[in-house]
């Protein structure tokens, strides 16, 4: 065994070899694996195959696409056989709601380039002949997907990896992992030491127990997955023989099940409500080939809406039931690149999905290795969107939340309940009497709208579909009512947040985004150690805000932070509430170490409530002795000001595009304020909005949002950031990248559209935008303003087509929408009532 390398990946299923083969494929021929006992032992032997590129994420679904077209090639490359079989995936649609979400998943397939096919319920039949089609109204294909043997293709990568001089040993237990004080890793096993200079961990069910050998809480735990494989059955075995081709992965999506072939029978797989966690504390230290005893009670409602769809998988006999574990996460997608606070720590775990996700996994891990950067977004697999408070108790209730929606209709504003509420702002209880209907972003709670009192929708009285997955809602109060209906299409919320975007236009509003992640960062070398961060350049005077941007080293945009300059070497950072830890990893990595720098996060400390709306200055007058005038208290500006018998620093800015403040205050002292605000603006027509209401003025404005409008993929100039990135600074990370870039030429231009002949649905964000019937570019935000009476879209297209003026289509849950450029910030753009 080696006694150095450069990399050491731990874990010998799939998505371990499939890094070690990425690491090798770039160069990497010093890197090595470690398995404790054989390749594949762990997940990946049991796993079914699948290869759905079905997949509602920007980031997952260009990792599926990577994975299906490696796998193509894999047999050709290594000789060794793979066992794919191409053989097309179908999902069927029974309710409009479903079809919603087909035509806009296609939408976001488009734009990745997938290829997807829409079939009617005849074409389904000649298709899947043994499908019973009463019922179905639609369905797609993925005509490139089918499914694959695990085994064979860990194998294949496997003998790729070592081709290129890679290394694996098997049947060697890794006993301990430290840092040494040179950055240098230390992998100890039961066969000898391996210095190293990047770990990855790509553990499956033991990803926990990896973790905690270096002190992090990986969010990872396992569900059980059960699937039924039949004896053969007589029309299989016939289209067999008769040379008919094999009918493809069959996926009722309503009824929660996939079903393909195997064997000449048929392999069924549900997924439950009621599956458990498992291996809560990791399998045991022998665990190999593991597998639970099967509960086939919790199957029933799924294998008998099987046998009503395909009456043949009740015509035989069960074969074989598999219960083995699945590697979860609480959104169920899995976690893909740099630990948090250990530099040169790499996770690949979490995979819900590995056999599809492992091959796009490995190579941009690989990427981010070699590079310093991946080469696609992957802020929406990044490991760091989970705080710590993704505890043990949180993460089986929402791993088990997100294995029973797997197939559950993916709203765009869907709020799952489980393990909710967490993190609450003081005025939680305030807000939920005022009406609010929250939503949770890191682990907090923050309201999306504020329903009319009273207002609510008796569950029993709404139509249901009579399918097992029916709900487009969350749970039910104790009166059997719910109020709010998830919908991809304007729903009953429609006209209240409407409401709340009206009265800040007119009166004010109160918004809390008290889960701004907040950094103190302070010391004589400050000032000099953030001007190498940003783009933009830092706040001089003490009391002035700027807006900054850090780059990424390729030019993209990696985080956007407001700064504020509080005295003569502190400065108070606030970013996106969800990219907390993300953000603060980054700063907290490339800090200086000699002491001229300190970093004190104080996400907690804080509270903030936004005051927005043109008699927001005739409201906070009231409570304090600063001048508010817009001379003594220009736009981006903070100072500290009494608010009544408290106190917060007031930043002059705001998301919303009206004049406004932002309270920063002691978070003990929030109730405080809050009663104080609405007590003084009783007369001003003050009331609370949400975070829904916030987004359709947002797009009214243009501001951009990351990983939306801003992203690795696109840089700084192409998200029309010019003048917030100075290329006149000596040095900032990303600025010599960005130079370069800006030489090659840019692919697109971030523009603001407005889309006509709407009726019930506007743009989200992922929709296709199209010119003379060819797709030229893609929302990346969308949404109806109700200060310009019109819905609006942000997107990119090619530069040479962003003009104000310029005619396209959006296609919109599959019909397309005339749509054209307007000028920025359509909603006052010369921001006359922002700086009012």
Not at 105 to 118: C, H, P
Not at 358 to 386: C, H, K, N, T, Y
Request: hydrophobic share 40%; glycine share 10%.
């Amino acid at each position: 065994m080696k006694t150095n390398a450069r990399v050491v990946v731990i874990g010998g299923g799939v998505v371990g070899v499939s890094t070690l083969y990425h690491l090798a494929r770039k160069g990497v021929s010093d890197a090595v694996l470690i398995e404790r006992k054989e390749l594949t032992s762990g997940s990946t032997w049991h796993a079914a195959g699948l290869l759905p590129l079905f997949n509602m994420s920007y980031s997952v679904g260009q990792i599926h696409k990577y994975s299906v077209a490696l796998y193509k090639t894999l047999e050709e490359e290594t000789g060794q056989p793979v066992g794919l079989s191409v053989c097309s995936n179908i999902r069927l649609a029974r309710t409009q709601d479903r079809l919603d979400e087909y035509h806009y998943y296609a939408g976001v397939a488009r734009t990745l380039g997938v290829d997807v096919r829409w079939l009617t319920p005849e074409q389904l039949k000649e298709i899947w002949p043994l499908c019973n089609i009463d019922g179905v109204v639609g369905a797609i294909q993925h005509p490139e997907d089918g499914y694959i043997q695990p085994a064979d293709l860990t194998q294949a990568l496997a003998r790729g990896a070592r081709n290129r001089g890679a290394e694996i040993y098997r049947n060697t237990v890794v006993t301990s992992i430290a840092q040494k004080p040179n950055g240098e890793w230390l992998v100890t096993t039961d066969k000898g030491e391996i210095t190293c200079e990047h770990v990855v961990s790509a553990t499956g069910n033991f990803a926990r127990q990896t973790g905690a050998m270096v002190g992090l809480d990986i969010p990872v735990i396992p569900v059980e997955h059960q699937f039924i494989v039949t004896e053969p059955h007589p029309e299989i075995k016939a289209r067999k023989a008769n040379g008919l081709p094999e009918m493809g992965v069959l996926r009722e999506s309503d009824s929660s099940w996939y079903m393909r072939e195997e064997a000449g029978g048929l392999l069924l797989g549900p997924y439950e409500a009621g599956a458990p966690c498992c291996y809560v504390d990791g399998p045991h230290e022998q665990s190999e080939y593991e597998l639970f005893q099967e509960e086939l009670e919790r199957l029933e409602p799924h294998i008998a809406a099987a046998i009503e769809r395909v009456p043949a998988f009740g015509e035989v006999g069960i074969k074989e039931v598999y219960n083995g574990a699945i590697a979860y996460t609480p959104d169920g997608s899995p976690v893909i690149g740099p630990a948090w606070e250990l530099k040169n720590f790499w996770l690949n775990e979490g995979h819900s999905f590995g056999v599809t996700a492992a091959g796009g996994a490995g190579w941009q891990l690989a990427e981010w290795i070699v590079e310093g950067e991946p080469s696609i977004d992957m802020m929406g697999v990044d490991p760091r969107r989970f705080g710590p408070y993704a505890s043990r108790g949180y993460l089986r209730r929402k791993n088990e939340e997100a294995y029973a929606n797997v197939f559950t209709v993916h709203y765009p504003d869907e709020e799952r309940v489980a393990a909710r509420p967490l993190k609450c702002s003081p005025c939680y209880e305030r807000m939920a009497a005022k009406g609010a209907v929250f939503g949770s972003v890191y682990g907090w709670e923050r309201p999306n709208w504020f329903a009319p009192e009273g207002y609510g929708l008796v569950v029993d009285e709404l139509p249901k579909p009579g399918i097992l997955l029916d709900h487009n809602h969350p749970l039910p109060d104790n009166q059997g009512r719910v109020r709010e209906l998830w919908s991809f299409r304007r729903s009953n919320y429609f006209e209240h947040v409407g409401n709340e975007c009206r009265n800040v236009h007119e009166n004010a509003g109160v918004l809390d985004m008290s889960a701004f992640a907040k950094m103190m960062v302070s010391g004589p070398g400050a000032a000099s150690w953030l001007e190498s961060l940003v783009a933009n350049r830092i706040p001089k005077k003490i009391g002035r805000i700027g807006l900054c941007h850090m780059l990424s080293q390729n030019g993209g945009v990696r985080a956007e932070f407001t700064i504020y300059k509080m005295g003569p070497q502190s400065y108070y950072l606030v970013s996106a509430g969800a990219n907390e830890r993300h953000d603060h990893d980054y700063l907290m990595k490339l800090a200086p170490t000699d002491g001229s720098v300190r970093l004190q996060p104080v996400t907690t400390q804080y509270g903030v409530l936004v005051l927005a709306g043109p008699k927001a200055r005739d409201i906070l007058q009231q409570l304090t002795d600063t001048d508010l005038g817009s001379e003594a208290f220009p736009w981006l500006t903070g100072r500290t000001i009494s608010v009544g018998h408290a106190m917060a620093h007031a930043l002059r800015v705001n998301f919303v595009g009206e004049l406004g403040w932002e309270l920063h205050h002691p978070i003990e002292m929030q109730n405080t304020i809050f009663d104080l605000l609405f007590e003084a603006g009783a007369g001003h027509g003050l009331r609370p909005f949400g975070i829904r209401a916030m987004e359709s003025m947002r797009i009214e404005k243009s501001y951009r949002l990351i990983p939306r409008e801003l992203s690795i993929e696109y840089s700084a100039l192409e998200s029309g950031l010019d003048r917030f990135v100075r290329l006149n600074k000596p040095h900032f990370i990303g600025r010599d990248a960005l130079i370069e870039w800006q030489q090659r030429g840019f692919r697109n231009r971030f523009v603001t559209m407005e889309v006509g002949d709407i009726t019930d649905a506007d743009p989200r964000g992922n929709e296709p935008i199209y010119r003379n019937g060819a797709m030229v570019g893609r929302c990346t935000s969308g949404g109806y303003g109700w200060r310009l009476g019109k819905s609006i879209a942000l997107g990119m297209v090619p530069p040479e087509l962003g003009d104000e003026g310029g005619a396209f289509e959006v296609e919109i849950l599959g019909q397309r929408y005339p749509a054209m450029v307007i000028s920025e910030s359509p909603y006052d753009a010369d921001n006359e009532r922002l700086m009012a």
